[in-house]
């Protein structure tokens, strides 16, 4: 979209301003049609037959760039900056060369010396587009973030736009902005799978980040749109995104149909058991979470996963009071803590024991002595 919105206006200002140059309009043509290496040839008579005609240097440069012959076309595009340097569009066009020849650098210090105030709308939408991506590719995520914002704000009805910008405040922690922005994003472009789940992410981080109902209505929202993406696309990535979002919504049952579904298309991925077990130990189904378990542990190949999933399995062995295994389980995931915490259940719930033992030796001694006693005034001569 970055690429197809310049060339558009990069074509209007052209074909304004063409002289009749052989040529030219073949050139024009064969860009038009992707057909770049004969674009190329085109423009290379252009500027042959007209050498100070700075579009037709521009074209050049910006055909060369897309067979790959960055320096060439990075020195077409510098003379017809040279020829014509007030030119917006030369300016852009130039810009963008640079971005698309990983010189980022030089694209952040030509588009922060032109005044966007001059611009056209259409204009102001490329320069804002391109200035956030020089920056952030030179390593000036602020700045960048703050001229998707403004170029958000200036084309709120941009899906792409409105993605980008969402992406990047997201990346940068700022949620505020980031959830309406891909949200729009999302409406605006429904068919498009990757906005819809850059949203849903959004979604889930906001819950996680939040607490009580709010939590609760967030996991939900982010349910409803991952049933969407789902919709679009039931790949393995997309259903685990949904049985993640059922999970946090308190959706089991859901989530565990899902999650299956999830395993029937990669069979070899822990994931789909591993949260399988949480959803049924949430539903205190402790011997199914015990076994979705143990099918997940062969398949992690990653100690940090194996350990998650162990340590998931001391949970439901601690919450079945078994306390052996529990310790084995926490021990294998290297949690010291867990080990520790379980063995001082273990002796507290051994003292309830025996001291419930004691009890009840002491009321049946007590009953004992009370029949005895109720024995001998049944056994009691009569008074004379």
Do not use: C
Not at 353 to 364: D, N, Q, T, W, Y
């Amino acid at each position: 979209m970055r690429s197809r919105l310049l060339i558009l206006t990069v074509a209007a200002t052209l074909a304004a301003a063409a002289p009749v140059v052989a040529g030219w309009d073949e050139g024009v043509a064969a860009f038009k049609a992707k057909n770049y290496a004969q674009a190329a040839k085109e423009f290379e008579g252009v500027v042959a037959e007209k050498p100070d005609w700075a579009n037709g240097h521009m074209m050049l440069g910006r055909s060369l760039l897309k067979t790959g012959k960055n320096q060439q076309a990075i020195a077409a595009l510098r003379k017809a900056y040279d020829l014509s340097p007030g030119d917006i569009g030369i300016q852009l066009a130039l810009a963008q060369g640079y971005l698309e020849a990983n010189m980022a650098g030089d694209a952040a210090q030509l588009l922060g010396r032109m005044s966007s105030a001059s611009l056209s709308k259409e204009q102001q939408g490329v320069y804002q587009k391109l200035y956030a991506m020089a920056l952030d590719k030179s390593g000036q995520g602020d700045r960048a973030a703050q001229e998707l914002a403004k170029a958000a704000a200036a084309q709120p009805n941009d899906a792409n736009l409105q993605f980008q910008y969402g992406a990047a405040a997201l990346n940068a922690g700022n949620l505020a902005a980031a959830l309406p922005a891909l949200e729009k994003a999302a409406r605006l472009d429904a068919r498009d799978a990757n906005k819809l789940k850059a949203y849903v992410q959004a979604l889930i981080r906001s819950a996680r980040e939040s607490s009580g109902a709010a939590k609760d209505q967030g996991y939900a929202k982010a349910a409803e749109a991952a049933r969407q993406l789902v919709g679009l696309n039931a790949s393995y990535d997309h259903l685990l995104l949904l049985g993640e979002t059922q999970l946090g919504a308190s959706q089991y049952d859901a989530a565990i149909a899902t999650f299956a579904q999830a395993s029937g298309k990669n069979a070899n991925d822990w994931l789909p058991f591993f949260y399988t077990g949480q959803a049924q130990t949430a539903r205190q189904a402790y011997p199914q979470a015990v076994e979705s378990l143990q099918k997940a542990l062969p398949k992690a190949g990653r100690t940090e996963d194996k350990n998650r999933i162990y340590k998931q399995l001391g949970f439901v062995y601690e919450k079945q009071t078994n306390f052996e295994q529990a310790k084995a389980a926490y021990r294998s995931a290297g949690d010291a803590a867990g080990v520790e915490r379980v063995q001082a259940n273990q002796d507290i719930a051994k003292h309830n024991a025996e001291a419930a033992e004691e009890e009840k030796k002491l009321a049946e001694l007590k009953r004992a002595q009370e029949e005895a006693r109720k024995a001998l005034q049944q056994a009691a001569p009569p008074p004379y």
